[in-house]
Structure formats: C-alpha cells, structure tokens
C-alpha cells in the first residue's frame, strides 16, 4: 500500500474551475446532482424501523441518517479541502455509520450503508490510496454480513465495492484524459515554436546571402558603369536574377518547400565571392552525399561564405568537402566575438547538433575556419 502523504494528493472530485463559487454551486459542479438521488436509499432502513423498533430509536435513526447524507453530500463541498482534513471528512461519515449500528442493535448495519462510504472515498481519497481503501471496507463488510448471517448486508457489501471501483476508474480515466488533451495542447504550442524557429532560421539564412549577394553585386555595378557598361548591365541582369530567386526561395521556404543542396551553394559561393573581389578555391567534384548531408552542407557553406563577405576582410576563400565533413577557410582578419555569437551560426549548430554532428568555428588573425561534420552512417 503507497504511503500516505496528507496534505498533498489533490481529490479525484475536485474540480479546480469550481473553486470560488458558492459551496451549492460548488457541490454541483463536482458531483452532487449524481450523489442526490441515492440519497433517497436511506429512508428504506428507516421504513423497516419504524414499526419495529421503539420510538426513541426511530428518531435517533432519523437523526443519523440526516447527518449520513449530509457527510456523503458533503464530500462534493470540501474536495477542495486539503487531504488531511478529507481524512477527516470521510472518518465523520464512518463513524455516523458507527452509531447507527449502536442504535439499531444490529452489527451489521453499517454495511448497508456502505456504497455511501466507498463512494465518497474514490471522490475525496487520492486513487493509489483510495483503492485500498475500498478493498478494505468491502472485505469488512462481506465478513461481518457473514457473521452477522445476513446476505443482504454481503450484496450490499459487493455492490459498494462496485460502485466505489467504478467511480474511481471513471475518475482516474478522465484525469488521465485531461492530462492527455493538455499534453496535446503543449505539444501544438511547441510544434508551432519549432516551425516559427525552422522559418526564421531558413529564412535567415536565405535572405541574408542573397541580400549580401545584392549589395555586392550593386557596388560592383556601381563602380562598372562609368568603365564598362556593359560589365555593369550584366551584373545589373544578375542583380534582377538573385533578386528573383530570393523572393522565390522566401515563398518557398514559408511552405517548408525550400531546397538547399551543396552543390548549388558551391557554385553561389563562386559568383558572391567573385563579385567581392575574393579568389575562391572550392572543388569541381564532390564526394557522394545523401539529401540530409548535401542540405546540411549547403547551409553551412551558405552561411561561411556570407560571414566571409561581410565581416572577413580576407582575399582568399577556401571550400573543402568530404563524405562526412565540409570547411570553410579564409585569410582575414578573424570573426569578432559578436558574429561568432550570432543567429547564422548559432543555427547551424542547431541544425547539426540535431542530426547528431557537430560545427567548429576557429578563428584569429590569421582567418577564420568553419568546419561541420557528421557522424558515420548518419545525416
């Protein structure tokens, strides 16, 4: 049997939207219109007694029976009540069915009344608990019906373990169920996160090459068009071009549509340095990779190569790939502490660590390395 922690285990009945209203409206919303018509079962044992025993007694019957139904009424009152004070609660009603035995002069009579007993207990006592609880009410109960010889004390010994047992489990199912929708209800608002985050990332990392790409190919223009005119309505063309395929990718990438593969950002990587005036080494052939790995390590190279054009001041870019490995190298002057701390990196982390590898960054006065890699056998 799980120890008891008074104080702590919320009622099974308790209705937190009821707490606040007023104790009739309160009752109501955790249970009192269910409980109300077996109220009407207690005036049988009243019946019977009426005609054979002596006045005094009847009226002594009558009394504690109208404090038995107020107990199991109550228990819809004070499930807001902490657990110790429940214990209480539910040992007043015991004990009411206590005296009625004293009155009547019949040991067993408290076990007609137990279906009251074992209901208030799966609404008041935690359910761990409260199970055998109820297991130990009706075991005692079906003994003494036993000896007292009186089979209708053991059914109706057996019909309280029925409903305690079946108002327990409905309550535990429904528990269950609501903390079920709530999970769900958790689980939409971080699925909406993650995709906002997805969003913002891609379209970080989209929007902030082509738009390096623009402002590079702009300048050039600018510088091209007094000398050669025709140079500049080509990168002026090109401009139109990237201005083009930028919108798209952002539409795209809004639908969770948007591809990015190495080999395309490779050859991105060449025009965008090209126009900034850096010499760039990257290879004509590159190994075979799976879509996850080539769109992981078009990221990358994506985001190095912005980072080079913007912050590096270098000559020189350098692409090296591998089966499972793509670097980014430059001959600048290094990242300064707030660009390696920036979104554009600190999402490729996330997209790396999430597919199980990893991404360095070095960098001093010497250049600047970007390197990712992922694990064999996995992308």
């Known amino acids: 049997m799980p120890a008891l922690h008074l104080g702590s285990a919320p009622a099974p009945g308790h209705d937190p939207a009821a707490d606040g209203l007023p104790w009739y409206r309160r009752a109501i919303a955790q249970g009192a219109g269910y409980f109300l018509p077996s109220v009407l079962f207690l005036l049988i044992p009243l019946y019977y007694a009426a005609g054979a025993l002596e006045p005094w007694r009847v009226g002594l019957m009558l009394a ?37 035995a004293q009155i009547t002069g019949n040991e067993a009579q408290p076990v007609y009344y137990l279906p009251f007993v074992t209901s208030s207990a799966a609404c008041l006592i935690a359910w761990p608990v409260a199970r055998w609880l109820l297991l130990v009410l009706v075991v005692g109960g079906v003994g003494l019906g036993a000896v007292a010889q009186e089979p209708f004390a053991i059914v109706m010994a057996i019909m309280g373990a029925g409903l305690g047992f079946s108002i327990g489990f409905g309550l535990e199912l429904e528990h269950t169920r609501a903390a079920l929708r709530r999970e769900e209800r958790r689980t939409a608002v971080l699925a909406v996160a993650a995709e906002r ?23 050039l223009a600018q510088r091209l ?33 948007r591809e990015v593969r190495l080999a395309t950002e490779i050859a991105s990587a060449r025009s965008v340095l090209s126009a900034a005036g850096l010499a760039c080494e990257a290879p004509t052939a590159l190994p075979p990779l799976d879509d996850a790995a080539s ?10 190569v912005t980072n080079v054009v913007r912050h590096a001041g ?66």
């Open 64 to 100: 504690d029976t109208v404090a038995i139904a107020a107990f199991f009424l109550g228990s819809t009152v004070v499930a807001h009540w902490p657990e110790w004070a429940r214990w209480l609660w539910l040992a007043g009603l015991m004990l009411a069915l206590v005296a009625m």
């Open 197 to 219: 985050e997805r969003i913002g990332r891609d379209l970080h990392d989209i929007l902030g090459h082509s738009l390096t790409t623009i402002a590079v190919k702009a300048d």
């Open 225 to 257: 068009v007094s000398r050669d005119p025709a140079a500049a309505e080509a990168e002026i063309g090109d401009l139109a071009r990237v201005t083009r395929q930028a919108l798209a990718d952002v539409r795209a990438t809004a639908s969770g549509m």
């Open 295 to 304: 769109e992981l390590f078009g990221y990358v190279v994506r985001e190095a």
């Open 314 to 379: 270098a000559t020189t870019c350098r692409i090296d790939t591998g089966e499972r490995t793509v670097s980014v190298a430059d001959d600048g002057r290094g990242l300064g502490l707030r660009e390696r701390s920036g979104s554009g990196l600190a999402g490729l982390r996330a997209r790396l660590s999430d597919a199980g590898g990893v991404l360095e960054v070095e960098s001093g006065p010497g250049g600047t390395t970007v390197r990712a890699s992922l694990p064999e056998g996995e992308s």
